[in-house]
């Protein structure tokens, strides 16, 4: 065998087909829910063969991951046709949660998808991946030969307080998947922060109030998330700043007197009207190439915001001695402006910021939908 053929650059190699339940690779000699109870855990027509990226989310309750879902859903969507592409749900599970869940809440009633309840409810209709299929794309297998690969990506949800430790220990086992996805995406809601709270207080009219006593604090959920990956296991956590136009809202909170800021104080005010930051911009349009040296500088940006924001505990455990986690950091908002009240969208509509980035960033790494419009595999 050739260097050319033992050596196949990613970002053209057919990807692994895996359990959609489980993240899994298959194979032959493999036993998964999938294969072995099939009635059960049923496989969208023609899986065989197909690439699979698999997305898992998490993160505390009231984090906005149901909300993260039901816009970036029809992102990917505009982004698999702008580059040729069709996007459609891979089985008809997918294509009614999708729809009754979070679609007709969001855009038909212009509320806020209800909270996901505990995966220990049998029902619950986290338990059912989302499939989606991204087109047909053309890839080059073990043998260097150019092929035709269908390829879906895989989206799993889990409730916040499955996170918490009154339930984490029953959730445990349900929740391997974890370990195999190609990527974590972790929600961090800024406004569990108590300094960032008190600011926005009287600002946002649907600002919650802090608990105290919360038993699934970020850090419990974070800390609890990377117990179940194992040695060995090499997802990237894409560790998300979720709900950043309410950071955005910081620019008008009046910090004249404090302008340079202290040596324990951060000016907010000052660091959101920073407009040449990454996190100011949005990332480039669905019809051009994902910039890595634009995401690269994003990273480092939210990093330091986090380090203002005292999240150490989490920088602190991703960055833990002994232990290789890859992680990238993100700023996303999925609907632009903070809710009018509770339940309600704002009337000025939905303008989502940067919620693409984690997708595009591993969509990046296997060459797709990358914005060529000279892309082979773009079939029509």
């Known amino acids: 065998m050739t260097n050319t053929q033992t050596h196949i650059d990613r970002r053209t190699a057919l990807l692994p087909t895996r359990c959609p339940y489980t993240f899994q690779i ?3 000699n493999t036993d998964l829910p999938c294969q072995t109870n099939p009635e059960r855990y049923p496989l969208p027509d023609g899986w065989a063969g197909t690439g699979t990226l698999t997305f898992a989310m998490a993160g505390a309750r ?3 991951k149901s909300l993260y879902i ?3 859903v029809k992102l990917l969507e505009q982004l698999v046709e702008n580059n040729g592409f069709v996007f459609e749900p891979a089985d008809d599970p997918t294509r009614d949660i999708y729809r009754e869940q979070f679609e007709e809440p969001l855009f038909e009633q212009m509320g806020l998808p209800a909270p996901t309840s505990t995966g220990e409810n049998e029902g619950a209709y986290q338990n059912q991946p989302l ?3 991204i087109g047909t794309h053309l890839r080059t297998d073990v043998n260097g030969e150019r092929v035709y690969q269908p390829i879906n990506v ?3 949800d889990v409730a916040g307080e499955d996170f918490a430790q009154d339930h984490f220990p029953n959730m445990r086992e349900r929740m391997r998947f974890f370990r195999f996805a190609d990527e974590i995406i972790f929600m961090f809601d800024p406004v569990r922060v108590p300094e960032i709270n008190n600011l926005l207080e009287g600002a946002i009219p649907s600002l919650p109030k802090l608990d105290t006593h919360d038993t699934e604090d970020p850090a419990t959920v974070l800390s609890n998330l990377l117990s179940l990956i194992e040695p060995g296991d090499d997802p990237l956590i894409a560790l998300m700043l979720a709900k950043f136009d309410t950071m955005q809202e910081l620019a008008k909170v009046d910090q004249a007197d404090m302008y340079y800021g202290s040596e324990d104080k951060v000016n907010w005010q000052r660091v959101m ?11 480039g349009d669905v019809s051009q190439p994902y910039s890595l040296p634009n995401g690269e500088l994003l990273h480092h940006e939210v990093l330091s915001l986090l380090r203002c924001l005292d999240a150490m505990a989490f920088l602190n455990r991703l960055n833990e001695p002994g232990r290789r986690l890859r992680y990238r950091c993100f700023a996303v908002s999925a609907l632009g402006t903070p809710p009018e009240t509770g339940s309600s969208v704002s009337r000025s509509g939905i303008a989502p910021f940067r919620c693409l980035d984690p997708f595009r960033y591993v ?3 296997w060459g797709l939908l990358n914005g060529d419009p000279t892309d082979p595999g773009a079939l029509g």
């Open 154 to 156: 895989v989206i799993r």
């Open 62 to 64: 009231a984090s906005g």
């Open 131 to 133: 499939i989606f299929r």
């Open 70 to 72: 039901a816009v970036v």
């Open 273 to 283: 009207n920073n407009f040449g930051a990454g996190f100011r911009r949005e990332s």
């Open 363 to 365: 969509l990046a790494q």
């Open 26 to 28: 298959m194979g032959e």
